[in-house]
């Protein structure tokens, strides 16, 4: 028996439809939040409390709602650029594994980080194509 999970969002202006199942398939959590980050840290945060463990590092992006570094600068307020970010979040970049050089496929991608949070968007052709979660690599 596997404790892994996977998250479905359905992301909208407003709000955010998540969706929680258990590695056999089953629902095990249902819920809609607002649109904010704050309020998607909160979420994680109270993911925690109900099953444990850590949130996986790493999350698909809807491929017809991908966002413009533009579009993240005006959803989320600022960002940060990879010279920019704390030394750990430059080491999530750079460390072979999950949240490294495995999925920037060991070359310098553009990416962005949101705010002052451990979320890695990687840019390709000016388009977020992967949001990676730096925690714990």
């Known amino acids: 028996m ?60 809807q491929a017809s709602t991908r966002p413009s570094r533009e579009q993240l600068k005006n959803r989320f307020g600022y960002t940060r650029t990879l010279d920019e970010a704390t030394p750990y979040l430059r080491g999530c970049y750079s460390t072979p594994g999950d949240a490294g050089q495995v999925e920037t496929r060991g070359k310098r991608e553009d990416v962005a980080f949101l705010r002052d949070s451990p979320w890695m968007v990687v840019i390709e052709n000016k388009k977020a194509v992967d949001l990676i979660l730096c925690k714990g690599y």
């Open 2 to 61: 596997t404790s892994t999970k996977y998250i479905g969002l359905d992301v909208h202006k407003e709000s955010i439809s998540i969706a929680v199942l258990n590695f056999a398939g089953k629902v095990v959590m249902e819920c809609v939040i607002e649109t904010k980050a704050s309020t998607i840290l909160q979420f994680i945060h109270e993911y925690r409390l109900r099953f444990g463990g850590d949130v996986s590092r790493r999350v698909a992006c």
